[in-house]
């Protein structure tokens, strides 16, 4: 589901708008750094409205979600490599 199929590294089933279907978490880019996305589900079986996952391109292998913070909304977690693509910090 990425720029090259060989780039989605997983996705995660989640029901990430609370409509009570359930939305595609795609991590892409495994050694190469690309955009994560949700795919919403449409009520029907389909994906057909993405969103971006964050504003930077990552090498990304994994994304769970759970409820974190414990606010009543889905938190999402991504497992990246390459922590170049990750804001410094001194």
Do not use: C, H
């Amino acid at each position: 589901m990425g720029t090259r199929s060989n780039r989605t590294a997983s996705i995660t089933l989640s029901d990430i708008d609370r409509d009570g279907d359930l939305d595609a978490l795609v991590a892409n880019g495994r050694d190469w750094t690309e955009q994560n996305y949700v795919f919403y589900n449409d009520g029907k079986g389909g994906f057909k409205q993405a969103q971006p996952i964050g504003k930077f391109l990552n090498a990304s292998y994994a994304m769970v979600s759970a409820d974190f913070n414990n606010d009543g909304f889905m938190d999402i977690a991504v497992a990246n490599v390459k922590p170049e693509n990750s804001p410094k910090s001194d």
